[in-house]
């Protein structure tokens, strides 16, 4: 019985803390970060550099519509790093590619 009224004390509170939480003092209308859109696109371009240690490359790739990226040189994190296994410094590649907050990544390679 003890340990019953215990437990219901303790689920009590919580759920009493969890209402509580909506309505803190100062909170009102404070904004919530918005949730981060992670966008896709597909590239097509030439192994500049590779650095597996870091688990980059550096591609000079073409306009990404998908992201709404012109033609640029840059370097993105392979996702995962293992994939850059077998590539080359001027090979031509197509590529997914995604933009998480954590910055640019290549998800796939799809050598010519």
Known sequence: ????????IA???????????????GMKGMKTAPAV????????GVIKALDAKAGTVTLQHGPILGLGWPAMTMVFKAAP??????????????SD???????????????H
């Open 11 to 25: 689920i009590l509170a919580l759920a009493a803390g969890a209402a509580g939480a909506q309505d803190m003092p």
């Open 97 to 111: 590619v995604r933009t998480p907050p954590t910055g640019p990544e290549v998800t796939a390679f799809r050598p």
């Open 1 to 8: 019985m003890r340990t019953t009224m215990i437990s219901l």
């Open 37 to 44: 859109a992670v966008k896709t696109g597909k590239a097509t």
């Open 81 to 94: 790093p293992t994939m850059l296994k077998g590539l080359k410094v001027g090979q031509t590649v197509d």
